[in-house]
Nanobody
Framework: VQLQASGGGLVQAGGSLRLSCTAS????????MGWFRQALGKEREFVAG????????DYADSVKGRFTISRDNAKNTLYLQMNSLKPEDTAVYYC??????????WGQGTLVTVSS
């Protein structure tokens, strides 16, 4: 099983980034997928989640209206479009896969740095 996150980088406040997460080794289309982030010195927190068919989407209050989660089951890929980025969005972003109630698989993370 592998979740490979990419797309992180350095961006100025107000800018945009698009993260991708490519999955392999499991039935991607059967899993609920999500993005989490962990800032330096803080606990990991939920950012956004999407149902297996892409219809149900959930967001943390801190990113609602700015971030959009999506998926392409034909490509086994999860996305996170991040707009209007703020310095407080700086963190390592992780993608994860959940079956039923447990987050089973985690990616290695990609660093997003937002400068003021």
């Amino acid at each position: 099983v592998q979740l490979q996150a990419s797309g992180g980088g350095l961006v100025q406040a107000g800018g945009s980034l698009r993260l991708s997460c490519t999955a392999s080794g499991f039935f991607f289309s059967r899993y609920h997928m999500g993005w989490f982030r962990q800032a330096l010195g803080k606990e990991r927190e939920f950012v956004a989640g999407i149902g297996d068919n892409g219809y149900r989407r959930d967001y943390a209050d801190s990113v609602k209206g700015r971030f959009t989660i999506s998926r392409d089951n034909a490509k086994n890929t999860l996305y996170l479009q991040m707009n209007s980025l703020k310095p407080e969005d700086t963190a390592v972003y992780y993608c994860a896969a959940k079956y039923v109630k447990q987050w089973n698989y985690w990616g290695q993370g990609t660093l997003v740095t937002v400068s003021s």
